[in-house]
């Protein structure tokens, strides 16, 4: 059986407790791998190697630290189909939308990075004839990045990869229920020669390596991605040592359809923003709202859409809907479908597991793409974050009405708006409390944007000038003239 171990100073280390706990496929409720299971002692020796290394690749000119990123890059797209299979086995995910999504975009956040170093620029200001000020911006040292098991290697190279390319070193903690990639990454940084202790993965529970790291005090700056109630413990552990810290949390995103939309548009990308991935993007769209004279026609035409996804083995290339993660959150997803009806919502599609699957997932943890309507926007479902493929409508009379459902929860991640009038797409957009808001689209990415949430959606702000500003430090320097 396969043994994931910490990469640690340039090798793989067992975890100092010797203990492993199992990686599930979820497709198949198999277990395919054992994961080191890892506390304070091996953080402790990540960051160690981390503050070593940092001595020389902070000063590493960034021409040579591009070129060993541009190389990482190259070798994830030249083992493109082995990290796909691995990242649908290990998640559940479709194997068609790990090579279209997840191992292209770890390509991207590498040579995004790689090439940004090079045109990264500073600021001066005169202050009259009296001085010159200018800023130079440094790394702060070991950056400590923890990454969810929902896209694991698109995120944690969203984190490495400008980490690194600031000159920080690193010390990465992917979830314990998605470790592969991040194993293969590890060898592949070795094979591109980034040296011993620039990157380093420790791997095991949250509750254990996740904290050490939170709570190292070597460790001056955190970004995670993951869920809120994670966030504020991360944010607690962290704020008494005075952490620099991102933080991506999770949503709730509306998906608000005027009746002027086109439908056939709205209705195909809807389909894409509420069960992509198994709904568990932190940007899907769980929460829809219709404009009242084109609701019925909508909804028919989404519902019909939504009996029409593929649900089945992930390994088939034709499968749109895969595996949920693991039985805990099947049972959690499920939890909120038993909840939406004693709420008293109507179940118009799914809410099931499927019944006729292929012989190998018989054991895996599906559920049916579901869609439930009737539920007032104060109701539970429509509060919390489900993270499955479950989505709810709602009608909407006004864009006023349609502005208060959307803002009505505790979140502000994103929000998608149809609509063909300039003038309400602008001012909708603007009035959504919505770290972005996409317009007749979904999931349209630049990663130069800006990249986070309001609310208790996050605090801060990735995407490329402003992870580069996040994993540097300023330092102001005034000269008398
Ligand atoms: P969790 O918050 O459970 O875990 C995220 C990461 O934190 C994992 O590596 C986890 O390790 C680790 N962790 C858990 N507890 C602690 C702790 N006390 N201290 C430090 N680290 C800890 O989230 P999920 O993995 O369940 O991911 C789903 C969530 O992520 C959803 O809420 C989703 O919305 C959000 N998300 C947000 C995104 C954004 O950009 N805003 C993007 C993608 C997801 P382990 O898993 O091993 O326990």
Same mark, same amino acid.
């Given at each position: #059986?396969?043994?994931?171990?910490?990469?640690?100073?340039? &090798?793989?280390?067992?975890?100092?407790?010797?203990?492993?706990?199992?990686?599930?496929?979820?497709?198949?409720?198999?277990?395919?791998?054992?994961?080191?299971?890892?506390?304070? @002692?091996?953080?402790?020796?990540?960051?160690?190697?981390?503050?070593?290394?940092?001595?020389?690749?902070?000063?590493?000119?960034? &021409?040579?630290?591009?070129?060993?990123?541009?190389?990482?890059?190259?070798?994830?797209?030249?083992?493109?189909? =082995?990290?796909?299979?691995?990242?649908?086995?290990?998640?559940?995910?479709?194997?068609?939308?790990?090579?279209? #999504?997840?191992?292209?975009?770890?390509?991207?956040? +590498?040579?995004?990075?790689?090439?940004?170093?090079?045109?990264?620029?500073?600021?001066?200001? #005169?202050?009259?004839?009296? %001085?010159?000020?200018?800023?130079?911006?440094?790394?702060?040292?070991?950056?400590?990045?923890?990454?969810?098991?929902?896209?694991?290697?698109?995120?944690?190279?969203?984190?490495?990869?400008?980490?690194?390319?600031?000159?920080?070193?690193?010390?990465?903690? $992917?979830?314990?229920?998605?470790?592969?990639?991040?194993?293969?990454?590890?060898?592949?940084?070795?094979? @591109? !020669?980034?040296?011993?202790?620039?990157?380093?993965?420790?791997?095991?529970?949250?509750?254990?390596?996740?904290?050490?790291?939170?709570?190292?005090?070597?460790?001056?700056?955190?970004?995670?991605?993951?869920?809120?109630?994670? !966030?504020?413990?991360? #944010?607690?552990?962290?704020?008494?040592?005075?952490?620099?810290?991102?933080?991506?949390?999770?949503?709730?995103?509306?998906?608000?359809?005027?009746?002027?939309?086109?439908?056939?548009?709205?209705?195909?990308?809807?389909? /894409?923003?509420?069960?992509?991935?198994?709904?568990?993007?932190?940007?899907?769209?769980?929460?829809?709202?219709?404009?009242?004279?084109?609701?019925?026609?909508?909804?028919?035409?989404?519902?019909?859409?939504?009996?029409?996804?593929?649900?089945?083995?992930?390994?088939?290339?034709?499968?749109?809907?895969?595996?949920?993660?693991?039985?805990?959150?099947?049972?959690?997803?499920?939890?909120?479908?038993?909840?939406?009806?004693?709420?008293?919502?109507?179940?118009?599609?799914?809410?099931?597991?499927? @019944?006729?699957?292929? /012989?190998?997932?018989?054991?895996?943890?599906?559920?049916?793409?579901?869609?439930?309507?009737?539920?007032?926007?104060?109701?539970?479902?429509?509060? &919390?974050?489900?993270?499955? $493929?479950?989505?709810?409508?709602?009608?909407?009379?006004?864009?006023? =009405?349609?502005?208060?459902?959307?803002?009505?929860?505790?979140? !502000?991640?994103?929000?998608?708006?149809?609509?063909?009038?300039?003038?309400? %797409?602008?001012?909708?957009?603007?009035?959504?409390?919505?770290?972005?808001?996409?317009?007749?689209?979904?999931?349209?990415?630049?990663?130069?944007?800006?990249?986070?949430?309001?609310?208790?959606?996050?605090?801060?702000?990735?995407?490329?000038?402003?992870?580069?500003?996040? +994993?540097?430090?300023?330092?102001?320097?005034?000269?008398?003239?």
């Amino acid at each position: #059986m396969k043994r994931v171990l910490n990469f640690i100073d340039g &090798e793989f280390r067992p975890p100092c407790s010797g203990r492993y706990i199992p990686d599930v496929d979820p497709a198949t409720g198999q277990v395919i791998a054992e994961i080191a299971e890892s506390g304070p @002692a091996d953080v402790d020796a990540a960051v160690a190697a981390a503050s070593r290394a940092f001595e020389s690749w902070r000063k590493t000119p960034a &021409e040579e630290r591009s070129r060993l990123l541009l190389r990482v890059a190259e070798l994830i797209e030249e083992n493109f189909d =082995e990290l796909a299979r691995l990242e649908s086995e290990d998640n559940g995910k479709p194997i068609a939308l790990s090579r279209r #999504m997840d191992v292209p975009r770890a390509v991207l956040n +590498f040579r995004f990075f790689a090439t940004a170093i090079l045109h990264a620029e500073t600021r001066a200001h #005169m202050t009259d004839d009296r %001085a010159l000020n200018y800023t130079l911006r440094a790394p702060l040292g070991v950056a400590g990045l923890i990454s969810p098991w929902n896209l694991p290697l698109y995120l944690l190279t969203w984190k490495i990869a400008p980490a690194v390319a600031a000159g920080n070193c690193c010390v990465a903690k $992917p979830s314990e229920l998605t470790p592969l990639t991040a194993d293969r990454l590890a060898a592949l940084t070795v094979e @591109a !020669g980034i040296p011993p202790g620039v990157i380093n993965i420790v791997h095991g529970p949250g509750a254990s390596a996740g904290r050490a790291l939170t709570s190292h005090p070597k460790v001056p700056l955190i970004s995670f991605t993951g869920g809120t109630k994670t !966030g504020a413990d991360v #944010m607690a552990c962290a704020g008494p040592l005075f952490k620099k810290v991102s933080l991506e949390l999770g949503g709730k995103n509306p998906n608000i359809v005027f009746a002027d939309a086109d439908l056939e548009q709205a209705v195909a990308t809807s389909i /894409q923003s509420s069960f992509s991935n198994q709904g568990e993007i932190c940007l899907c769209g769980s929460r829809l709202f219709v404009e009242r004279a084109i609701y019925d026609e909508f909804l028919a035409r989404f519902v019909d859409a939504t009996k029409k996804l593929r649900i089945g083995d992930p390994q088939d290339s034709s499968t749109d809907v895969g595996a949920l993660v693991s039985e805990p959150h099947l049972r959690k997803v499920e939890g909120y479908v038993e909840l939406a009806k004693e709420e008293g919502g109507a179940i118009l599609a799914g809410g099931n597991r499927p @019944a006729d699957l292929p /012989q190998r997932v018989r054991g895996g943890y599906f559920l049916e793409p579901t869609v439930i309507t009737g539920l007032d926007c104060a109701r539970r479902v429509m509060q &919390e974050e489900i993270f499955g $493929p479950v989505v709810t409508v709602t009608p909407f009379d006004s864009p006023d =009405e349609a502005i208060a459902y959307a803002n009505g929860t505790r979140y !502000g991640l994103s929000a998608s708006v149809w609509t063909r009038d300039l003038q309400n %797409a602008h001012r909708v957009a603007a009035a959504l409390d919505s770290g972005t808001v996409w317009v007749n689209t979904w999931l349209l990415r630049d990663l130069r944007v800006p990249f986070g949430g309001m609310k208790e959606s996050g605090v801060g702000r990735e995407g490329g000038f402003d992870s580069l500003q996040f +994993f540097t430090e300023a330092k102001n320097v005034c000269i008398k003239l």
